[in-house]
Structure formats: structure tokens, C-alpha cells
């Protein structure tokens, strides 16, 4: 054979490898997804939306529908809401319904303001009161549009648990306990009966709402004269309430809309730029150069937004997303295992770990493509926030059950008990354990007649009931009280802290209101702050 032809058979196979190589490389990346899909269901997972979507109960009456169209009723959002469950100084916190002046960041006395609030929405609160008779609290959507499904029933939800809140409060200041009563049964029956939808979204806004309650019920526990029996049927709701539940659907539902998302990806290089997604990390703002014209009037953009469509994009098409979707559906199935741990098991902490090194295991396998994900990186860190934040709400609910059942000990005893233990059976059906380590609650009297009731906290350790933020949350809101190196179940304020609390938002009015004036060119009025007892005028701040 000439020399030529040996040359053009080496050119031919070397030209044969470059053009097979990426090809073969593309089947197997897929391959390999599809094997990964195959051994999820081997092992009972749920990957379709049809298998995932709910059936709407049959069971009585759905007041999903009335609850949103009531609450839509009173727009636009209430904004004079009294501060519930305020955290003053650490471990401690202000009882609202009970000051008889309260103010807040845009009032000396916010009562007069609330009262008109609760009235102009008395048509949608009857609506609302209705609507939460129902046995069932849920709504029939279209999943099939995957993450663009519409949920316009969540912020209607949380509005409707925010008047029913302020109504408690407004009814326990006026001492109408009775109304006050029903109010705060409804408030947590909204938790309760809401069938949340398998999506992340709508398990935080159902944390939300029962946050908000949760925090109407510690103010109403400091309210005197209930029963035994209606502090029973208090505990009895928010036991009937927990918040894992569901947790793994929603994160199923995750790994199929994932899925659905890199198909769209695939489809369409639009797909990416309209979410503000970019191969090679970060969102872009390079528009798409689609003529030379636009390329000519900015080279430098356009030359970056052409590589980024064109070899960035059809090499993250045919090759790293099929990396990228292996990667994200490992991550939620490690995160998926872990909720599983810890309802077993329970405790959170521990499956954490663990899935934080599986999570460090997945990304080691990916090292080679991690940089040039599009979506991966950060909704696998998403995962894990939520499932921290399921588990503080859970850990936080356990809290208030075990506290009601600790009040209706002490209205029948005198005094609280000297252990947990001394609560089973009669007001608790077994020893209450700390979700976050699955050990029972820390509990404890103090010579004043109080307790103190903690959870060692999102790190796992008993501080021995340290309510202080760790170094690293000192920027932690400080009503986040179950954000200390242990979660702390609060007492009421004491009158030094109420008055030094208070005293510090009506310095920070007259500031404001003096920094109003000034800039209105009015430097010598007076500002409108009035002290207890006298003429309360709510302030204007710029």
C-alpha cells in the first residue's frame, strides 16, 4: 500500500474516533441515567407525576375553595398585626394581648389600629370561620405543568391564618375568651386539615401558617381561666398534625420535575436563558446574539453569548446534562433517605450527617462536570434547607404539645412536674422525644415555679438548655428562638424587660418621626408619642 493510502486510512480512523467518541460518550452518559432510573423504581420510588399527583378526598366536604375566596375578600394584606410571641431578650417573650398599651415599629399603640383591621375584615373572617368547618382542606391542580403548576391557593392560606391570629389576640385583649377560644381552634385547624400538595413550596407555607399559630397558642396559654378540656382538645389538634408527612412525596416530586426540567433544557437553548440560567455557573445577562448586526454593535457580549449557545450549550446538551440530571437525582434520593432515617430512627441530626457525606460522595463521583452544572449545585442545597426547616417546625410543635400538656398538669397539681415521665398517661400517651435527636425532651423546674423545656437544636448537643445564638447565627433573627445552641421553649417577658423593650421602640418612633419632620422642613414639631395612659396617636415614617 502507498504511503498516501496509509495516511488517508489513519485520517480516516482518527476522524472516525473524533466523530464516534462524542457520540458514544452521549448514549452511555444517557445509559447511565436510565439504568440509575431503572434501579429508583426497582426500589419502589414514585417517578411520574400520575403516580405522585393526589386524589382529591371524598371524605365530607372540601373547604379549600371557600377558605381562598374568603380570604381573597380582604385585600390587600393586613398590615396591622400585633406582635405575637415577640422574643425580647433570649428565652423570654412578650405576652401581646396582655399590655394594655403595645406598641409597634409604626405605632405608640397599635390596639385601636388592629380593632379597625379585625372590623373591616369581619366579612371575610365569617367566611373563613365556615370555610375551616369542613373536614378537608384541599385543592384539585393541574400537575401535569410540572413546576409552572399555579398555586394561587398559598398566599390566600396564609393570609386567612394571619386574621384568624390577630382576631385571638384582638379577643383575648378585650376578654373575649370565648370567641377567642374558637378563633384559636380554627387557627389550628388550618394546619391541620390542609393536604398539602407533594411540592416544596406548599410544605413551607404550611410551616408558615403553623408557625403563625404556634405562636397564637403560646400567647393564649398565658391566658387564665381554660379547662383541662379545652386545653385537651388543643393538644389533641396539634397532635393530629406532623409535619413529615408528605415530606417524602414532595421530594419525589422533585426528582421527576428535575427530570422534566433538563428534558426542556434539552429542547430548547431559549429554555435555559429564559429561567437565567448559563453553562458555567451564574445567571447570564448576555442576550442571545442572533444576527450579526447585534453581534457587530457589542463584540465582546455577543462573542460570549455565541460560545455560550453554541459549544457551551450543545456540549452541556449532548454530554453534561445527562451528568448534571444523574447528579440531581442522586442528591435527592441521599436527601430522601435521610427523612426516612429520621422518622425511623428518630432523630434528625444524625441522618443530616449522613447526608451531608453522601451528598460529599455524589459530588466527588461528579468532581470533573460539578463547574459546569446549570441547576444542580444549588437545588440539592435547597433540599437540605428544607428538610432542616421541616424538622425545626416539628421539633417546635412536639415543644408546644408537651407545653400544653405541662399546663393542664399544673392547673390540676398546683405546680408543674418534676419529670416528663410524670405526664404519661394521663396527659401525654408516651415520654416526648426530641426530633432532633431522638432522645426525650430536656425538661426541668426552677425554684420560682417555672421549667424550662428545650431541644438540643439544629447541632445535636445538649448545652443544658443554652438559649444564646452560636457564633456563627448572630445574625439570626432573635424571634427565631429555636435557633440557639438549644431550642428553648420561651417564659413570658418580665415587666423590667417589657418596659426596656418598649422603651426602645418609642425612642426609635420619635427618632423616625423627628427624621420625618426634618426632611418635610418642619424641625420643631413635636413628636407624637404619647405615654401610657393618655392619647395614643399611631406615627408616620418615611
Known sequence: MSRGGKILIWVLVIGGVVVLLPVVTHYRAKATVERYRKQLQDRGEKLTVAELAPRISSEGENGGLALVQAAGMYYPWPTNLPPIMRIVVPGHALV???EPFLPSDTSTNIWPAVDAEIRACHEALAGIRAALQCPVIQFDLNYSQGWATLLPHLAPMKKAELLLSAATILELHEGQSSNAWEDLKLSVDEVRLYRCE???ISHLVQIACGQIALATTWEALQYPGWSD????GLQKSWEAIDYWEGTESALSMQQVMLSQTFEEFRSSYSNITSMGAMLGGGPSGSPSMDDLGQMLANPKEGFSALMDRYPGYWGWKYWGSHDEELYSLQSVEASLDAVREARKEGGFVPALEKLNNAKAAIRRLHAASESHFVIARSETEAQTSFLTKIADAEMARRML?????????????GQYPGQLTDLTPQYLGQTPIDVMDGKTLRYRTNNEGSFVLYSVGEDGKDDGGDLT???????VNLATW????DAVWPMP?????IKEYEDKIISKL???QETAHWHEGITNAPPVVSEPGGTNTTTKTN
Request: aromatic share 10%; proline share 7%.
Open 96 to 98: 401581646a394581648w396582655a
Open 198 to 200: 407533594p411540592f416544596v
Open 229 to 232: 378540656e379545652q386545653l385537651a
Open 401 to 413: 404539645v408537651t407545653a400544653i400538656a405541662l399546663k393542664r398538669y399544673q392547673l390540676q397539681h
Open 469 to 475: 445564638p452560636p457564633k456563627l447565627a448572630m445574625g
Open 482 to 485: 429555636w435557633k440557639g445552641r
Open 493 to 497: 417577658a418580665t415587666a423590667e424587660e
Open 510 to 512: 420619635k427618632q423616625n
